[in-house]
C-alpha cells in the first residue's frame, strides 16, 4: 500500500531586494520580485494540484500578507523555517513531518520545470523502495529532495550554492548505504541566462504572459 503523501515547499518574503539576488542584478528588484512571486505562484498551483498534504515553510517567517492569501487560496498550512545553514532548514522541516509511514518531499519556489508530473514521479520512486530521491539541478545543485528515511549527515559539510552539492550529497548518502535515485535535471530560473531560456520554451509562455500583464 502506498504511503501518505507530504510535499513542503520553502519560500522568502517576496520583497523587492530580498530574492532572486542574481537575477536582480541584471533586471532590478522589482522585477526579480515579480518574476519570484509568480513562480511561487506556479508552484503552488503545481502542488495543489497533486491532493497531498501541504506545507509552505516560509523566512524569516510567516507573517507576509501575500504568503497568508497563498496560504487561504490554496489550502495550506505556513511554517517558519529554523535558524542555521540551507542543510539544517531542510533537516528540520523534513523530520517534522516524518514518521516512518509516509513520503516527504521538499521543492524550492523558482523551478519551472518542476511540475505535478515531476512531483508524483518523486513519490513514485519512494514507493518502490527508494530512501531519497533527488531532483538534480543543473548547476550541479539539487531543487527537489524527497524522503522516507533521514539522517542528518546528508546535510553536514556541504558546500551550498556551489556546483558539488548534488555530488557531496550523493556521496553521504552512499556512506549510508541507503538505495536512492535522481530524476532528470531541472532549470531553476536565477540568472539572465535562465530567464532568456525559459522565454523562448513554448511551454512557459503562459507564464511569460502572466508576467508581462502584472508589470503593465
Known amino acids: 500500500m502506498n504511503k501518505e503523501n507530504i510535499i513542503i515547499c520553502f519560500c522568502k518574503h517576496p ?4 530574492v532572486k539576488s ?11 520580485a515579480e518574476i519570484y512571486k509568480l513562480l511561487l505562484d506556479e508552484t503552488l498551483k503545481s502542488i495543489f ?22 496560504k487561504n487560496k490554496y489550502g495550506l498550512t505556513l511554517k517558519q523555517q529554523c535558524d542555521g545553514d540551507l542543510g ?19 521543492v524550492g519556489s523558482d523551478c519551472l520545470e518542476i511540475n505535478a508530473s515531476y512531483i508524483q514521479n518523486t513519490f513514485e520512486s519512494l514507493n518502490l523502495g527508494n530512501e531519497i530521491v ?5 548547476d550541479g545543485g539539487y531543487a527537489l529532495i524527497g524522503a522516507t528515511n533521514l539522517n542528518i549527515s546528508i546535510f553536514q559539510d556541504i ?7 548534488l555530488k557531496q550529497t550523493v556521496e553521504k548518502i552512499n556512506e549510508l548505504n541507503w538505495k536512492y535515485s535522481c530524476l532528470n535535471k531541472v532549470r531553476d530560473l536565477d540568472t539572465l541566462g535562465d530567464f532568456q531560456y525559459f522565454s523562448t520554451h513554448n511551454d512557459y509562455q503562459d507564464f511569460f504572459k502572466r508576467l508581462s500583464s502584472l508589470m503593465h
Not at 532548514?89 to 516524518?98: D, E, G, R, V
Not at 533527488?134 to 543543473?138: C, E, K, S
Not at 558546500?159 to 552539492?165: F, I, K
Open 15 to 18: 520583497e523587492p531586494g530580498l
Open 22 to 32: 542574481r537575477l536582480a542584478k541584471d533586471i532590478g528588484d522589482k522585477y526579480a
Open 49 to 70: 494540484n497533486i491532493g497531498a498534504e501541504v506545507y509552505l515553510y516560509c523566512y524569516p517567517n510567516a507573517d507576509h500578507p501575500i504568503l497568508q492569501q497563498y
Open 88 to 106: 539544517m532548514k531542510m533537516f528540520h522541516a523534513i523530520t517534522n513531518h516524518l514518521n516512518g509511514n509516509n513520503n516527504v518531499v521538499l
Open 134 to 138: 533527488l531532483g538534480p539541478a543543473i
Open 159 to 165: 558546500a551550498w550554492s556551489s556546483n558539488e552539492v
